[in-house]
């Protein structure tokens, strides 16, 4: 069974710090459960969000702010596009082949061709004479921001970020629906009683 944790914040309020706080608070509400992912959009790309989620060993599925391309930390000599994807040397993004355990704590591209996910490549001779295919390995600690464990771009982090749109549907019908948007009362206290108390505990706060 999901569970839903709601917070009531001033607008003036920047969506990281919210996050963050919540976070936090969620943490000591359910202590037991283990978090396994943390889905935001484009508001927590900062460093410290991601340095924090990966101190409490929890996924970062987090947009990229557009304004703030290209600062990264990383050995210059390894080629990535935008979402952190080695670059092979044929041009091609590589396929993303799994996260090596917490002991080793790298992620793992392989060859296009190789991997059968492109029918030619010009650079086949020079990239590696092995049929397994040229191997690169990124660590995410060079840059928590741009190598996540869940990559960038790949169909689990899409999938992921596409769940998003559950909880949007969710604060459209308690700020329209439960009428907190247009409420005329003062107060967060006075706002949850007066908004929630027609409707059932366990329909607001917890998921299908």
Known sequence: MGKIYL???DAKRNDSVTA????NEFKKLYHNLKMNTFIHDAECDNYATYKLLDKWNINAVIGLNSTNKGNYTYPKSLPV???GVPICPGGNPMVYWGFCGADRCRIKYRCPLACEK??????KCNCSKSAYGRTIYVKP???????TKIPRGSDSWIKKMNSRTSIERLNNRILN??????SKVRGKKRIFYLSFRGYSREAIFRLP
């Open 177 to 182: 629906h439960y009428g907190i948007e247009n």
């Open 81 to 83: 596009n935008e979402n």
């Open 7 to 9: 917070r009531l914040v």
């Open 118 to 123: 492109i029918q030619s490549c010009e650079n």
């Open 141 to 147: 600690k060079w840059n928590l921001r741009l190598f």
């Open 20 to 23: 963050v706080v919540a976070l």
